[in-house]
């Protein structure tokens, strides 16, 4: 069970179950904790070689006990997601915890995630539980549904989630060029059902100076 | 209506409905209502917007005439863009607090920096003060700060690291202790370091009618570079004297950091 203590701490109550966490994320436990490092955050040989390949890599633990465990990364807030069969997409570097019930992979997003600076590949997590997730400042939640499509700069974006389609817009012209660009050259624009996750920070992309 | 409901003990979820207008989401993001009219905003602050939403440069051909109305900082023109449709925008800045501001007829300066947004009602100028900005008019307009903002009343003395502007036109003047200034000594200490400075010997004082806005970090946010003001007599920080020249004063060669200049000039050199 998660629970957040405070905005930037995440406390998970386990009897006898499991979590999959970020390596080096515990900060504190009580009780009987057992701490294992999976390879290739535990997808078998396959997501380990797919991990290698793609640059998404991520060195998980699985943490298994009974008694309270608290996870942190680098005083970033952290924001939990309640998945019910749907399936998070998200950075492996914003990824702190997940079910153990829960799948995780590695899946291709295209231009949004070149033009973010971190790659062309994304982590995904699916199946029915809780993951939590990091953001530079707490991360607002937007809903994007068939009739109010939200469009996200690259560099705030930190997570998506729900049946969802993404497009990338670019709103780079001859002006752009003449150094007259409208500052928000590249977009990422969302369309379908679900939910985006976006942190009041914006990383150092590409399309940050056009 | 949709699948993805509230989930039950988790974040509020917003959309365009439930977004507030004009006011801020929580304390790091703001959210600015566009009804076909138009905000000035600095590059790179939108985050996420709902609805038709365009941005362009401030060179825009169509925005000329608004420009001229509302923008008066050619040396900042490349860091602003105007953004102009309807629907929900999101303003943030590397998770700093952020604040929206109504002046009343009123003006206040604040770090270029530090300014994230503000209504075309307004007009931007430059203010005398290098690195500050000035806003005058009626309207509304967004700022970052590292930490929440507190409002003081002058006079007061306050560190330069947590100034964050100043309403109504207190005047600000740099203020140095006394023990630092008198004497060999205390020359030397200023220099040094040597003897014990506290780091607090210089500070801005303020007085008049008006009131002061204070970060409540010393940690500065970065500067937006600022650019040079023409190089004119009477145009404090004009020109090609660096940053330290002291007008008049100085011995010709600018002063370099490190150098002993103060020193020197209390020897009478």
């Excluded at chain 1, 797919?50 to 991520?58: C, K």
């Excluded at chain 1, 059902?193 to 976006?198: C, M, T």
């Excluded at chain 2, 307004?122 to 008019?137: E, R």
Aim: glycine share 16%; with cysteine.
């Amino acid at each position: 069970m998660f629970r957040l203590q405070g905005s930037k701490v995440l406390a998970v109550d386990m009897t006898g179950d499991a979590v999959k966490a970020k390596n080096g994320s515990m900060v504190a436990y009580d009780g009987q904790m057992a701490f294992k490092k999976l390879s290739g955050g535990g997808e078998g040989l396959r997501g380990m070689v797919t991990r290698r390949l793609t640059g998404e890599q991520m060195t998980v633990m699985e943490v298994r006990g009974h008694g309270t465990c608290w996870f942190a990364d680098r005083a970033a807030e952290i924001n939990l997601v309640g998945l019910r069969g749907d399936k998070l997409w998200v950075e492996a570097g914003n990824l702190l915890a997940t079910d153990a019930g829960l799948r995780t992979g590695t899946t291709f997003t295209g231009l949004r995630g070149a033009a973010q600076g971190n790659g062309l590949f994304t982590t995904t997590v699916e199946g029915h539980g809780q993951a939590a997730i990091v953001s530079d400042g707490p991360a607002v939640v937007l809903r994007v549904s068939p009739q109010y499509p939200l469009i996200v700069d690259p560099g705030a974006y930190v997570a998506h989630q729900g049946d969802v389609r993404q497009s990338f817009q670019s709103g780079v012209t001859f002006r752009t060029l003449l150094g007259e660009g409208g500052g928000e050259a590249f977009q990422i624009r969302f369309e379908g059902d679900g939910l985006v996750y976006v942190q009041p920070s914006e990383r150092n992309t590409i399309a940050g100076d056009l | 209506m949709s699948t993805y409901a509230t989930p039950g003990a988790g974040p509020a979820v917003y959309d365009p409905l439930t977004l507030p207008a004009d006011d801020n989401v929580n304390r790091y993001t703001f959210c600015v209502e566009l009804k076909g009219g138009q905000w000035f905003l600095q590059k790179g602050k939108m985050i996420a917007y709902y609805g038709a939403i365009e941005f362009n440069g401030i060179g825009h051909g169509r925005l000329d005439r608004l420009v001229r109305t509302s923008f008066h900082s050619p040396l900042h023109a490349s860091d602003w863009v105007v953004a102009q449709g309807s629907g929900k925008m999101l303003l943030a800045d590397r998770a700093f607090d952020v604040n929206s501001y109504d002046l009343d007829d009123g003006n206040l300066t604040i770090r270029a920096g530090n300014l994230l947004a503000f209504q075309p009602s307004l007009a931007l100028k430059q203010s005398i003060v290098p690195g500050f900005l000035t806003l005058i008019g009626t309207g509304k307009f967004v700022a970052a700060s590292n930490g929440p903002v507190v409002f003081m009343e002058p006079p007061i003395r306050v560190d330069p690291q947590a100034l964050v502007g100043w309403a109504d036109c207190p005047s600000p003047c740099h203020h140095y202790d006394h023990s630092y200034m008198a004497g060999v000594l205390g020359g030397l200490r200023a220099v040094t370091g040597f003897g014990g400075v506290s780091g607090e010997e210089h500070q801005f004082e303020f007085v008049g009618a008006g009131t002061v806005l204070l970060q409540s970090t010393e940690t500065l946010m970065a500067e937006a570079a600022t650019g040079a003001v023409p190089s004119e007599p009477g145009v404090p920080g004009g020109g090609s004297t660096a940053p330290g020249g002291h007008g008049p004063q100085s011995s010709g060669a600018p002063r370099l950091p490190g150098q002993l200049g103060d020193l020197q000039r209390r020897f009478g050199l």
